[in-house]
């Protein structure tokens, strides 16, 4: 059971740097979501999908990008990465309103 | 955002029963979930119990509810040393099913 797969698992990127973080899910899922979790604080919402070509931004969407061209697939790109990005980034889908979510296992991204 | 606190730590002994609690400020959250993060892994999920219920049970696991006081509880029975791990309750919004808060989490240590 494959689940919600994150690419890549661990990223080290110098300051200024672009990259894209690319989430899939193979549950037919509708909703999808990218998170931030920080030490000593809970997950951070960062964008949100409620379908295929949709997105909505969340509680902390500064210097990220999202889109959604396949269902399956949710891309989070940074433009221009700051220290302050250095965080793990998980991502999660679910298939109703209601539902709980499931979550990959996480990117660890360290920017320097 | 939202505030939904928890206490940080937990520490048991292997046998005991644990008690993780939770409190929420939106009157109107609809679902209210339980997470377990392991090192280096993803949330995955442990139980959820909607709004209009006062009590969910499943096999060791015991969500408690208490909604005139925006209070949850997660029991577990007899914890096990491969219960140690970050456990993270979350809150849907009535207003938005799309917006998730979390808490920080509760590390529960438990010691054989």
């Known amino acids: 059971n494959a689940g919600v797969t994150q690419t890549p698992k661990f990223r080290v990127l110098k300051t200024g740097q672009s990259m894209t973080l690319l989430c899939a899910q193979d549950m037919n899922h509708e909703y999808m979501y990218w998170y931030r979790q920080d030490p000593g604080m809970g997950l951070r919402l960062i964008h949100y999908?409620?379908?295929?070509?949709?997105?909505a931004k969340g509680e902390v969407p500064d210097g990220y990008n999202v889109s959604r061209l396949k269902k399956q697939n949710f891309l989070l790109g940074l433009e221009s990465a700051a220290p302050s990005q250095t965080s793990v980034y998980f991502c999660a889908s679910r298939d109703r309103e209601g539902q709980p979510q499931h979550f990959g296992d996480g990117t660890r991204l360290s920017i320097l | 955002g939202e505030d939904v606190e928890q206490s940080l730590f937990l520490s048991v002994r292997e046998g005991d029963s644990s008690v993780i609690n939770c409190t929420y400020t939106d009157s109107s959250s609809t679902y209210l979930y339980w997470y377990k993060q392991e090192p280096g892994a993803g949330l995955q999920l442990l139980t959820y119990i909607f709004s209009n219920m006062d009590m969910k049970q499943d096999q060791r696991l015991t969500v408690l509810l208490n909604k005139k006081d925006k209070h949850l509880s997660l029991r577990i029975a007899d914890t096990q040393t491969g219960d140690s791990a970050i456990y993270f309750c979350a809150e849907s919004m009535g207003s938005d099913f799309n917006k998730f808060y979390f808490g920080s989490g509760t590390k529960l240590n438990v010691k054989p």
């Open positions: 999908s409620v379908g295929e070509g949709t997105t």
